[in-house]
Antibody, heavy 120, light 112 residues
Framework: QPQLQESGPGLVKPSETLSLTCSVS??????????WGWIRQPPGKGLEWIGN???????HYNTSLKSRVTISVDTSKNQFSLNLRSVTAADTAVYHC????????????WGHGTMVTVSS | QSALTQPASVSGSPGQSVTISCTGT?????????VSWYQQHPGKAPKLIIY???KRPSGISDRFSGSKSGNTASLTISGLQAEDEADYFC????????????FGTGTRVTVL
């Protein structure tokens, strides 16, 4: 079973860029069976899909965040990354990375998640 | 795109059954058999327990079952055990201009 691990700063200042990386172990990020995604959960609220990326670099985003989000992939490092620009307190959340199985549109493997707080 | 609606909490005694509902709309739950359910214990990664409405991944107990009627999907946990105490949330593919995946609000299951 593959494992996903998020990493990045736990505190980001308002108006700056939130940057997280997801490291994939136990499987190849270059597999054509999967997309790789980011999902977040603000404190006390439900989960929100941020976006997915394929190993080719083709990405899909939640349009409510699209103007501020970029997801990228580094197949040589078996990692993918999230950049969220111009953050505000509303972006404070636990950020999960996850693997999306294309055949069934299901997030079948998740990382534990990392808490990111936006505060000065 | 609004979140799918789940009850905030459900509870049951060991051995009983509990059912969690997940209510969406005709552009998500009602339009696709692509509803999945996840279990999350505190501090742990979410774990897939049901996909495509009724299917269980390998290794998931048959005490977990899923169903759907109209715009509402449901997860039933039979023979409730102490280890089932966790948060559960649903997810659906969506025909939406904003978000192609929409999640439920989450339900805390308490074993009395």
């Amino acid at each position: 079973q593959p494992q996903l691990q998020e990493s990045g700063p736990g505190l980001v200042k308002p108006s700056e860029t939130l940057s997280l990386t997801c490291s994939v172990s136990g499987g190849s990020i270059s597999s054509s069976e999967y997309y790789w995604g980011w999902i977040r959960q603000p404190p006390g609220k439900g989960l929100e899909w941020i976006g997915n990326i394929f190993h080719s670099g083709s990405a899909h985003y939640n349009t409510s965040l699209k103007s501020r989000v970029t997801i990228s992939v580094d197949t040589s490092k078996n990692q993918f990354s999230l950049n969220l620009r111009s953050v505000t307190a509303a972006d404070t959340a636990v950020y999960h990375c996850a693997r999306l199985l294309r055949a069934t549109d299901v997030f079948d493997v998740w990382g534990h998640g990392t808490m990111v707080t936006v505060s000065s | 795109q609004s979140a799918l609606t789940q009850p905030a909490s459900v509870s049951g005694s060991p051995g009983q059954s509990v059912t969690i509902s997940c209510t969406g709309t005709s552009i998500d739950v009602g339009n696709y058999d692509l509803v999945s359910w996840y279990q999350q214990h505190p501090g742990k990664a979410p774990k897939l327990i049901i996909y495509e409405v009724t299917k269980r991944p390998s290794g998931i107990s048959d005490r977990f079952s899923g169903s759907k009627s109209g715009n509402t999907a449901s997860l039933t946990i039979s023979g409730l055990q102490a280890e089932d105490e966790a948060d559960y949330f649903c997810c659906s593919y969506a025909l939406s201009p904003t978000s192609i995946y929409v999640f439920g609000t989450g339900t805390r299951v308490t074993v009395l």
